[in-house]
């Protein structure tokens, strides 16, 4: 099953300075005022080489150049690296620790041995395939999840997590990072041990893991956490419509199974999944009756956005009735400010719920899922093998 390997690493080296100052969140998460305070903490910063703006020749340049200086170099010996983030949960301030392990694994098609839980879109596998394809370095692992009900895994991480760390820092998020480089032949074999029988599910990296496929890489760099990790958590991802002709609020509030007013309780009741509705009328509810087990993103796909709205999984696909924020207040400023003609608020998806589909092969709409925190970005690349 999953056929884990240590690596041997590109690293930053202690020429680069702080890596507070280095270290950035992936890609896909930095908006661009982030990326200019990135870029202007240092000429090293991770931002330089993956927000490239299009520029893939000059981040392999730019990379070459660190490695002639020293800034970044490879590991002689491999190892996994343990990897620890601290970090208070959004919107109830809990501290919550999640523990997971770098290395590689094999890239395979999904649906033997790696499982995949959302559709993609072409725009991103096409930037991170030419910026992959320019430096021949994998700057950012997938982050996957796997089966530990015993928690065997989970505890093997800790006995390294009461040592001192090799690297350690906080982010602008609060989050605080750790890192451990192991490299004992006995630890990395019991691990390797551990894992062999279990499958493995992408929790962020869809498009990178999909590019690595396009590249023929045989293995790939991953961030493996558990599914019972008690730090990990999935937060909603709502949905805003915009830009449908003809769109008319009281009759769509009309179409849709047991609406009331008022947003809360955003709690389901039994046999039925709750959806927040915000528009230019007012804020409702609506309870869509399901069969048990089922996911309130799918849920909402197929019985309200597609039939009632036609905003079909092509269109989705489009982008061009359909954006997503990760917060409630973000989410009803669309409608309340006018930049949007209807809000969903959804309940968090729940890990087990999500696992259980994927495994079982159901594919979810895109940005189903929001894990938090992100991986940081900057702290293990891969060299591709030549």
């Known amino acids: 099953m999953a056929h884990v390997q240590p690596l041997c690493a590109l690293r930053y080296s202690p020429a680069a300075g702080d890596i507070a100052q280095l270290a950035t969140l992936p890609y896909d998460v930095i908006p661009p005022a982030l990326?200019?305070?990135?870029k202007g903490r240092s000429p090293y910063n991770f931002a330089h080489l993956i927000l490239p703006q299009g520029?893939?020749?000059?981040?392999?340049?730019?990379?070459?150049?660190?490695?002639?200086?020293?800034?970044?170099?490879?590991?002689?010996?491999?190892?996994?690296?343990?990897?620890?983030?601290?970090?208070?949960?959004?919107?109830?301030g809990e501290i919550l620790t999640r523990r997971g392990f770098i290395g590689l694994g094999d890239t395979e098609d999904y649906g033997t041995n790696v499982?995949?839980?959302?559709?993609?879109?072409?725009?991103?596998?096409?930037?991170?395939?030419?910026?992959?394809?320019?430096?021949q370095v994998q700057f950012d692992s997938i982050f996957m999840l796997f089966p530990d009900p015993a928690g065997t895994v989970e505890a093997k991480l800790s006995e390294i997590c009461a040592t001192e760390p090799s690297l350690a820092y906080s982010d602008h998020e609060h989050t605080g990072h750790k890192l451990w480089r192991v490299t004992d032949p006995a630890w990395i074999a019991s691990l390797q041990a551990l894992m062999s029988d279990r499958p493995l599910l992408i929790a962020d990296g869809h498009h990178r893991y999909e590019t690595a496929l396009r590249m023929g890489q045989p293995h790939t760099l991953m961030t493996f956490v558990s599914l019972q990790s008690?730090?990990?958590?999935?937060?909603?991802?709502?949905?805003?419509?915009?830009?449908?002709?003809?769109?008319?609020?009281?009759?769509?509030?009309?179409?849709?199974?047991?609406?009331?007013s008022g947003l809360d309780p955003l709690v389901s009741p039994p046999g039925a999944i709750r959806f927040g509705i915000a528009m230019a009328n007012g804020e409702f509810h609506c309870d869509v009756p399901v069969p048990e087990g089922a996911l309130n993103v799918a849920v909402l796909q197929e019985s309200i956005l597609t039939p009632l709205l036609g905003i079909s999984p092509a269109v989705v696909a489009a982008g061009t009735n359909l954006r997503y924020k990760r917060t409630r207040e973000e989410a009803l400023a669309e409608v309340r400010e006018g930049r949007a003609q209807i809000t969903f608020l959804?309940?968090?998806?729940?890990?087990?719920?999500?696992?259980?589909?994927s495994f079982g092969g159901q594919v979810l709409p895109q940005k189903s899922t929001y894990f938090y925190p992100k991986l940081g970005s900057g702290l293990v690349m891969l060299e591709l093998e030549s």
């Open 115 to 135: 499982f995949r839980h959302e559709w993609t879109m072409s725009g991103p596998k096409e930037d991170r395939f030419r910026l992959l394809q320019a430096t």
């Open 346 to 357: 959804l309940e968090d998806l729940p890990i087990d719920g999500m696992a259980r589909v």
């Open 230 to 260: 008690p730090g990990l958590r999935c937060f909603a991802t709502h949905r805003i419509v915009h830009s449908l002709p003809d769109f008319q609020p009281d009759a769509f509030l009309a179409s849709l199974p047991n609406a009331g």
């Open 55 to 92: 520029d893939y020749a000059g981040a392999a340049a730019k990379l070459s150049s660190w490695k002639h200086e020293g800034i970044v170099a490879r590991d002689a010996e491999p190892a996994f690296f343990v990897y620890e983030q601290t970090f208070p949960a959004p919107g109830t």
């Open 35 to 38: 990326e200019a305070d990135y």
